[in-house]
């Protein structure tokens, strides 16, 4: 994908139109998600395909393979991200978080997760740096606005 394409799909986040908004979502997302392609798409799948059946060690062999694999694919990090996150591994998924901000700087998810794991370590102030990061890209985002203000009560 070419530059100028990213760049229309990142102003369409700021519009005022809900609807220019999801369309953009969903287009960056896909593109993430197809970074690497229809090899890395469908290990992402079978990652997804364990975890809905509870099977997270699996899981978590497929997206470290992965990123073994493919390091510069940011969405495999993401992934994996959320995986540790959910297993209430903030430090990993901290870790992961940053990896993928690192190849990706406009990758909002990643950022929403940054202060996600900094809330969930009790680290109000970083959690709201990130929070406000992610709503430097998506500005509508009452998730983080919310989240901004529920740290900041607990400072």
């Known amino acids: 994908m070419d530059d100028s394409h990213l760049q229309l799909l990142l102003e369409d986040l700021k519009s005022p139109d809900p609807a220019v908004r999801d369309r953009a979502t969903r287009q960056l997302w896909r593109l993430w998600f197809e970074q ?3 090899a890395g798409l ?12 509870g099977a997270v060690s699996d899981a ?8 073994r694999d ?3 694919f940011a969405e495999a990090w993401n992934r994996r991200a959320v995986l540790y996150y959910t297993a209430r591994q903030f430090a990993k998924a901290l870790g ?3 990896e993928v901000v690192r190849l990706n700087p406009v990758h909002f998810g990643a950022l929403h997760g940054i202060g996600l794991c900094h809330a969930a370590l009790g680290n109000y102030p970083k959690a709201i740096a990130a929070f406000r990061r992610a709503l430097e890209i998506q500005p509508y985002s009452l998730e983080n ?9 607990r400072l």
Do not use: M, N
């Open 36 to 38: 690497k392609g229809s």
């Open 60 to 67: 978590e062999a497929i997206l470290t393979q992965l990123i």
């Open 70 to 72: 493919l390091p510069d």
């Open 96 to 98: 992961d978080c940053e």
């Open 145 to 153: 606005q919310r989240l901004i203000l529920e740290c900041t009560a």
């Open 42 to 53: 469908e290990q992402l799948r079978r990652a997804e395909d364990c975890l809905q059946t």
